[in-house]
Structures are given as structure tokens and as C-alpha cells.
């Protein structure tokens, strides 16, 4: 991070706090994605069965 040694006011205690930040955003950002992921892959599967048994 070149910002942060040009700015020496902007201490540890700052990239701390945006570090924990990032890192809880992340957490939620996994969680939601594979939540969607999840259900994106019920609805395909559920999808495929039922063409498969209009079709048979």
C-alpha cells in the first residue's frame, strides 16, 4: 500500500480498522455468494428433473 507510507498519519490503529473492515465484508460477501450459489444450483437441478420427467 503506497498510500499508507506516504501518509504517516494514518497510523496501524487506521489499517487495523480497515483491515478487520475488508476482512468481515468478505466473510459476508462468501457467505451471501454461496448461499446464492447454492440455491442457483437447486433451481438447475429442479429445473433439468422436471424437463427430464415432462419428457419421459
Known sequence: ???YSRNPSLGTGAQ???EKFSSIF???FEIRYFETLNIV???RAVD???HK???Y
Open 1 to 3: 500500500m503506497s498510500g
Open 16 to 18: 487495523n480498522t480497515v
Open 26 to 28: 468478505l466473510e459476508v
Open 41 to 43: 444450483v437447486k433451481f
Open 48 to 50: 433439468s428433473w422436471s
Open 53 to 55: 420427467s415432462t419428457f
